[in-house]
Structure formats: C-alpha cells, structure tokens
C-alpha cells in the first residue's frame, strides 16, 4: 500500500530514494545545543547531539566539512613558503598557487551560471560588483539616462543604482523607473508586465537591472525572454543572481545576459561575506585590434598576466570578465569558495534542481494540505499565505511564507526553542528554504509540524483572554 504523502514515514523513504542523499554528510549541520550555546565550543559534526532543521540557505549556507581543510592547506602553503605561495605548485597537494587561485575558482564557477570559463570572474562582494558593472554599462546621454529595476528590489541594489544616477549628474527621482507588483495583493512581477514597463520606457532608458530569483518573494524570473526583450529595445541587462546561483539552472552564455552579478554564501555555501562572482558576457569582454576595451573602472589584477608585474602604465585588460578585477584577491576566501564548488563537482546543477523542485512542492503540499495544516485551518482559515509563485519554473528553492499581523514575533520564537533555523522579513514574512545539497524531506516534515503548532499557538495567544474592562 502507498505511504500517506503527509506521514514521517513518506518523507523517510524519500530520503532512502533521494539520489542526493549523500551530500548531506559533506556539510556541517549545527546542533540544537550549539545554536542555543553562549560560547563557541569546538565544531561538533552532530553525531553525538541532535542536530538543527536548517532551513536557511537563502540567507547563509552551511559549512562544507572540506572548507577548513583546504583553507589550512593554503594557510600553510604561506606559512611554509612564505611569498614563494604565489607561484608555486607542490608534488603533494591539488593547490594551485596563490596567484591562479582566481582563475580557478572562476573555471569552477561557470558551469553554476552557464557560462564560459573567460565570462566568469570571481571577486569583490556583490555590490561592489554592482558597481563596477553600472561604471561600465551605464553610459547615461540627454536622451537615454534611465534606469529600469523593479520597486522592491534588494536595498543594496537600489542604493548603488541611486548613487550611480547621481553620480552621472542626473535625478534618481527622474531617472530610476521602480516596477512595482500590480495591486496591493500580489508581490509578484509578471514577465508581461515587465516586459511592458520596458516597451513604455525604451526611449529613454540606458540600462536594466533585475533579480534572477526575487529575495522577498522567492520568484525566479524569466530572465531569456526578459533579456531578449531588452535587447529587442537595444537595451543592456545585467542580473542580480545572489538568490539564483547554486539554485536554479542558469544559462547566462546562451540567454545573451550582458552582465550579472551574485554572491557566493546562500546556496553556493562558501562562507560569510564569501568572495562574490561576475559575469560578463563575452562580446563585452575582448580588446579589439587597435588595442581598445569596453571603458570601466581598472586596476592592476585585471590586467593582463603576462605583463602584469612589468609595473607598466599602459593597461591592457586580462579579455573577458577577469578584466573587469580590480586588485589582489583573498586567497584564503578564495580557498573556501573553491572547497564548496568541489561539492559542487560532486553533482550537476540539473540533479540539484530537480531534487529541489520536488522538496519545495513537498514544502509547499505540507503547508497548505497536510492534515496538520487543514486543522490548522478548520474555523477561520489558515494564518498564513504563500506569496512564492506555485508554478515551479517560476520559483527557486525558496517558499515565502506571510503570517498575519501580530504573529511573527512569538513564531520566529517558538521555532528557534525547537531548533528550526529559517530567516524572517519584518513585519510578517517568514523565508524557508530548503537547499538540495543537504536539505532532506525530514527537515521539511520537522519545519513543518513544528511551524503548524506555532502557528496554533500564536493564533490562541492573539485571541487571548480580553483585557478587562474592554471591548473596543
Ligand atoms: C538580492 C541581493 N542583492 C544584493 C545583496 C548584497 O550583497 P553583498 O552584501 O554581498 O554586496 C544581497 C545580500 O544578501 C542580496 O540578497
């Protein structure tokens, strides 16, 4: 007989079957009793203690176990070779000297984004990328000076287009084009609509920015058929990808994205603050015969290798995106996002995908259909909405979950007493995220019990016993 879908057992046997289940045991999962814990004790690997149901690789992904292994092999490469680390290759070890490291990282990289090796540079943060691809993309005349990026998008993102407007003499008021989601009742971004506030603005606008996934909504936006529209309109698009890559399949090269730009510590797991990524699409990239290149903002580690240490003043730029570099890279940052795009070559992003499709609609089925949540539910309907599209080409990993006002304080609470850690956006979202590459469907049934009973609990609490006297 079939398992009940919403029974432990059907999501212990989808664990037996999950093809993917081996990757968990790369990462390090914390403990109930490490997250709760006042004082960092050694990394316990959670053998011995019941371990957290982490959902949170939209914000933070764990800790690969090879991470401080390969971050200590290249701090001894420099304490025993001193400047010599650069260079040097050893008969013992797979560390490419310090200088390489970049390049290797970026050849790793590609295959995330679906892009070619001389596409991808991996360096700076996000914003700082950002930044330099506005410098380089963002050539605002009196005719063509806007900008269009969606009303909602990641302050960061807003910030540096503001500031970059500004920078170019003209008025973010005027000049930044903010597509918000039709009516108060949705946060999402249809494809027709976007596609129309570019059709209404083509005139006048120099540049596009937007997200390949949305961070609020978990949306995963047709970023072809946005692309090929922009450049129907003889516009550039660049892509913030900090909620797509290590997510979702990506084929930046073949969409004929211009430039994007993403973080490596959500689902790529390669640390706090991690080493960021860039692409550049490749007929950006090249220097042209009489020696010319795409104008940006230059320093010394974009330029060309061969010459860079001749201290010359002429730059000639690395051709592709590690010509866009700006200095000399943290080998030890670099080291860790190396460690977690091994893991990476332990899979495809294609098996990551479809495993993660499956999970998120089990997510997603737990929530709205599960007993629990039809209990839940029973008299005045359930507490929450998910504002992630259903559709599962049109989100990532990630379901957005909004409570209804009052409750996020005391759920947030609850699930942190019961180890669960996801992430919350005040004053009412709740983003849960369950990450293919060790996320399994016991997590998800555990977030799910345990946030159906907070659920039940913040709804009493809200009815609570009436203040005397009151009625108003
Ligand atoms: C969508 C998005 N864009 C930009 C950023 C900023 O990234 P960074 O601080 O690495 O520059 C973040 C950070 O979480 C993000 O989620």
């Known amino acids: 007989m079939p398992l009940d879908v919403f029974s432990a057992e059907y999501a212990w046997s989808e664990d037996d079957r999950d093809p993917l289940r081996h990757l968990r045991s790369e990462f390090i999962v914390p403990s109930k009793h490490d997250l709760q814990a006042k004082r960092l004790r050694e990394v316990d690997t959670g053998a011995s203690e019941e371990i957290c149901t982490y959902l949170c690789g939209n914000s933070l992904g764990l800790q690969p176990k090879r991470t401080s292994k390969v971050v200590s092999e290249h701090l001894n490469a420099w304490a025993k070779k001193g400047v010599y680390g650069h260079f040097m290759k050893h008969e013992d070890s797979n560390l490419s000297g310090f200088l390489n490291l970049d390049a290797e990282a970026a050849d790793m990289m590609a295959p995330l984004v679906g892009a070619k090796t001389h596409e991808v540079a991996i360096m ?12 380089s993309f963002y050539r605002p005349n009196k005719d063509k000076y806007k900008i269009i990026l969606e009303g909602k998008a990641f302050p960061s993102d807003h910030y540096a287009i503001e500031s ?38 083509a005139s006048t606008t120099a540049l596009i920015l937007l997200p390949g996934v949305q961070y609020y909504t978990g949306q995963y936006l ?5 692309t090929m529209h922009a450049h129907s309109h003889g516009i ?66 974009g330029g060309d290798k061969a010459i860079r240490f001749e201290m010359g003043r002429q730059f000639v730029p690395i051709p592709g995106a590690q010509g866009f570099q700006i200095g000399n890279p943290s080998s030890l940052a670099i080291s860790a996002l190396i460690a977690s795009l091994e893991v990476f070559q332990m899979t495809s992003v294609d098996a990551l995908r479809q495993k993660s499709i499956k999970l998120t609609a089990y997510l997603e089925q737990m929530l709205l259909e599960s ?38 304080e005391d759920i947030m609470a609850d699930l942190e007493y019961n180890g669960v850690v996801v992430d919350e956006r005040k004053p009412d979202v709740v983003r849960v995220a369950p990450a293919p590459m060790y996320n399994s469907f016991k997590d998800v049934w555990n977030f799910a019990q345990i946030f159906i009973n907070a659920c039940a609990n913040a709804k009493i609490k809200l009815k609570g016993p009436k203040t005397r006297g009151g009625t108003s």
């Open 124 to 135: 700076e943060t996000l914003t700082a990328n950002l930044h330099l691809m506005l410098a």
């Open 164 to 201: 970059q407007i500004i920078h170019n003499g003209f008025d973010p008021r005027d000049a930044m084009i903010c597509i918000e989601p039709r009516g108060s009742s949705t946060a999402i971004l249809e494809t027709s609509q976007i596609l129309s506030a570019i059709d209404d603005h």
């Open 222 to 226: 047709d970023i072809k058929v946005i």
């Open 236 to 301: 550039a698009i660049g892509w913030d990808l900090a909620h797509a890559v290590g997510n979702v399949e990506l084929s930046l090269h073949e969409w004929d994205v211009d430039f994007a730009v993403w973080c490596n510590y959500k689902y790529v797991n390669a640390g706090p603050g991690a080493v960021a990524g860039l692409f550049v699409n490749e007929k950006h990239g090249f220097n042209d015969q009489s020696g010319t290149f795409r104008p940006r903002l230059s320093g010394w580690w």
């Open 371 to 408: 007993p629990f949540a039809k209990a839940l539910g029973d008299q005045d309907g359930l507490p929450y909405e998910i504002l992630t599209p259903s559709a599962s080409e049109a989100r990532g990993a990630q379901l957005s979950v909004r409570l209804l006002p009052n409750m996020l």
